[in-house]
């Protein structure tokens, strides 16, 4: 497993999400996912 990702959304609908889709591609293009900032 090279990166994992928690995003708020239910089961349901998780896959119809449009930042699901735009992390499923990044994930795809580059093996990471895009993190938001962290705070500080």
Known sequence: M???LVLPHSHTWLQWRGDTIAQTRTFLRTGRFSHPAQKA
């Open 2 to 4: 090279s990166d994992f």
